[in-house]
């Protein structure tokens, strides 16, 4: 999922200037919110102001737009942005731009910068590079999803996962997420039959309190129950290193007798089943899921012992 995918047009008590818009993103709990408020004029600064509890803990402005931002509890802010050159040269082969990674500790200094990605060109037919996403996993490690690894020696098609340090943003590993699973490569866009184009396959929300990621796999699969079958929507929670913690199968469909034969996702009527709101944090290392069948929400929590992180459900279940 994208850090910018919370959009608002609400406005935090001190007014904003004429042309500016604001986006609200917020932290993994949902109590910490960064206002990213853009001007529609290309020389005006950016604005950032992170707050809590409806107090502001710090603002600054920038000079240059980001693509991509996330916030932590901590008030510390992480943002990508493409810079440097845009266009090809005429014969020659050359860097589109290059992707830069920022991080601010919680008084807005930056304390960390470096240039991560490279979108190369080499005429009409070269894919493009993409930052999908930007999260902290914890107080230490930050995830960048692009469809290729920093080195691009290992590209690998679908999501590349790099892991960053936050204080200093040097590189503690890259991860095939998918491979890591045990999965097929995921595509790293859903079929244009889904609705909006240029959705991302995969969705990727941070537990609270916990080192650990919840992924949310693009398309539903038929196993088998007692007494027949049913449509599954499947989730992994996984560490820092994508590896998976807990499998977790929730029912889309009714149970059947044997698959549904026109079942066919370019379908609309067979896709009631996918629900936009999936993910609700329940405060420190607890979270729900939702229930693609009837929308009710499954609460689990995440538990550290032994050395191990561990997720079970919660005894809980609301709607």
Known sequence: MFAFLLL?????PDPLPIGYEEQLIH???????????????VDDPVRLEVRRAGESVWKRAIEWPLEL?????????????WTGVRFLQSGLPSARGRGELSVFDATGAIVARRLALDDEGHGCMTSSTHAFDLVFVDERRLLLRANEFTTRARWRFGECWSLLDTHDLSELGQLAPAQVCGRPDTPMWLPYEWGERGELALDVRAIAGAPLLVVRWPFPQWRTILGGVELQEEFTVVDAQARPVLEIAQPASPPRA???PEFNLADPRFRAWRRAEWFQPRGEQRFALVRALDGAWIEYRA?????????????????
């Open 27 to 41: 932290s993994a709990s949902g109590r910490t919110t960064l206002a990213y408020r853009a001007s529609s004029y």
């Open 69 to 81: 931002a996330t916030v932590d509890d901590r008030g510390w802010v992480a943002g990508f942005r």
């Open 8 to 12: 608002a047009l609400q406005q935090f």
């Open 303 to 319: 538990l550290f012992s032994d050395g191990v992180w561990r997720v079970a459900p919660a005894l809980a279940e609301s709607r």
């Open 258 to 260: 044997e698959p549904d």
